[in-house]
């Protein structure tokens, strides 16, 4: 078995068969397609049992509900594939996701990357690029990129040595996919928007009330004494910083000032920054945002809020 697709699966009968039927079409053929039941409530699994009748490479585990990192973890040790894909329920995928980003690692590659199309219920969207190109260094434009679990494939070899999504908490693709990056040997780009990201009215991310908000901040803990462990801090200082302007003080800090949490968020990224990134507004990377966001970052700051809030909705 060449590739193993995990889907996680959550009371999602609106979308479930969508997705799934985009995976048993893919013009690819040597993979199986491994749907993790995390204890849904709802009809997904009834779904699920009629379409694995029709199509065998489907296979249904169960498992009590621990969330989208749980059960992506639970299907690991049922993968048999050499490479690793994650696809979440509610999306769908282009009938030639697979072919096209498995011919990326037929030219050397160990882990592949794909451009995203963001699609919203009234009908519109827009694309994403799946790297961020800054320079000829492939490493680095990745750690500047998406951090979704989805959009990629990954040579189980990283899973193997013990890599898993950590629990109960917002954000979790980010630990997992900075360290593949930073580690892995050949990172490859299909430069299509081949995976369809469903943006739902009232989905977790799209959550800015919730105090779980905050949890990026363990989040981005976790990634920086992942890579101290692993040595990488020196080699990728300019990007681990960036990664930390953009959630904590740049889109992250958009969530926060939408949020009742605001004063919480700003004084712990202020502390976060002073501490880690004393010198982050020097960061090489600002400069290629848009002019929007780089007068964010100069500006923006407790006395200067009341006036970004009048264009911040």
Not at 69 to 77: F, V
Request: net charge negative.
């Amino acid at each position: 078995m060449r590739l193993s697709v995990i889907v996680p699966m959550y009371n999602v009968e609106e979308y479930v068969e969508e997705c799934l039927l985009s995976l048993v079409h893919q013009t690819y053929k040597d993979m199986e397609i491994i749907v993790v039941d995390d204890g849904g409530t709802d009809n997904s699994v009834a779904i699920v049992q009629r379409l694995q009748a029709q199509y065998p490479q489907l296979q249904l585990v169960h498992k009590p509900n621990g969330g989208l990192s749980d059960a992506r973890n639970y299907g690991l040790q049922y993968a048999k594939g050499e490479y690793i894909g994650f696809i979440d329920s509610d999306d769908y995928v282009d009938t030639t996701l697979y072919a096209k980003m498995m011919a990326k690692v037929d030219e050397g590659h160990d882990v592949v990357v794909c451009d995203i199309h963001y699609f919203f219920e009234d009908g519109s969207g827009y694309v994403m690029q799946g790297i961020n190109y800054h320079g000829d260094d492939m490493h680095k434009n990745a750690l500047l990129s998406p951090m979704f679990a989805w959009n990629k494939v990954y040579h189980r070899r990283y899973f193997d040595k013990g890599l898993r999504y950590p629990l109960h908490t917002w954000y979790e693709d980010t630990p997992v996919t900075t360290m593949i990056f930073a580690e892995c040997d050949k990172i490859g780009h299909v430069k299509e928007a081949l995976i369809h990201y469903r943006q739902r009215q009232g989905s977790i991310m799209g959550s800015n009330n919730s105090p779980r908000i905050m949890e990026i901040f363990g989040v981005m803990a976790l990634v920086r004494a992942n890579f101290k462990a692993a040595d990488l801090i020196e080699r990728y200082h300019d990007e681990l910083e960036y990664l930390h302007i953009e959630h904590l003080r740049l889109y992250g800090m958009f969530r926060f000032i939408r949020s009742p949490f605001f004063a919480q968020g700003y004084e712990q990224s202020e502390k976060i920054m002073t501490e880690y990134f004393p010198s982050w507004q020097h960061n090489r990377y600002i400069k290629d945002l848009n002019w929007k966001n780089r007068l964010f970052l100069k500006y923006f700051n407790l006395r200067t809020k009341k006036l970004f809030d009048l264009f911040i909705k």
